[in-house]
């Protein structure tokens, strides 16, 4: 009777283990002063990691900001200052006020189809390129103004001699569109690689569109405004989701382990420790 009465008191010893696990057993909570340090911890590198976090997203709006700006109110600079005439188009200056001091080259004037002014008629710009310094330097096209009909006489004009005109910078254009008459003077986009074989000097890598017309002619339209992208600062963004993971990888392991101290596996203890009824019954 009293193996009987002791292997019955083992038993419900068991049972409250498996029952109220990490309480009869060990006496751990959550905020008990052993597990302190590992809250501190986590919150340290939780709070770190977010917060490199934040600082990298912020670097990557910062950095999209900065190429989206809008330069069309800048003060206008040389536009030898931005490019040479065998340089890249500098992409973070579309839109930028430039400054051109040369002499005209009338043979080189031509019409470009598809231009709406800004009440939307669909009309053509007029395009003569104009050299930067003296006659035989390279040039760069100018949009000189904007007609609604190619056969009018404002776009039949076109400019003698020296000039210095002020306009926004833009970059060539290339929609893939096709030329329906090449031997015509209309083109359908502002390529410079069709507008050189017009002239016999080099041309710059891009265009300018005068602020003001010249005489004659409406004013033209900016077709392109600084835009984004799709890569610019990625790396950023990148990082940022990086240490944003890293953040939830640490609180991740924060919890596994305050749920290990607190609520250990108690049904395989209590399974491993609670006695065999029967083998405790025959027990001498």
Known sequence: MRSLARGGLLASAAEALVTYPGTVRDGVRWWSPRLWTAHLLA?????VAVGMGV????????????????????????I??????DDP?????????????????PEGTVLVSGREDDAGHEGYWV?????????????VPVVRGWVPDADSGAAAAVPQGTAEVVGWIQPPEGTGATDDDPDDDVFPQLRVADLVQRVDQDL?????VLREPEAGLEPATLDQLPSVDTFTALRNLLYAIEWWVFAGFAAFLWWR?????????APEDAAGAAPDDDHVASAP
Request: proline fraction near 10%.
């Open 43 to 47: 919150l340290v590198c939780t709070g």
């Open 55 to 78: 600082w990298q997203y912020d670097a990557w709006q910062v950095r999209r900001a900065a190429e989206q700006r809008d330069l069309t109110t800048a003060e206008p600079v040389a």
């Open 80 to 85: 030898e200052s931005l490019l040479g005439p």
């Open 89 to 105: 188009f500098p992409g973070q200056d579309v839109g930028r006020p430039v400054s051109v001091a040369g002499t005209w080259l």
């Open 127 to 139: 395009v003569t390129p104009l050299t930067v310094g003296g006659p035989t330097d390279p040039a």
């Open 204 to 208: 710059y890598a891009g265009f300018v």
């Open 257 to 265: 382990y305050v749920r290990d101290v607190t609520n250990p596996d």
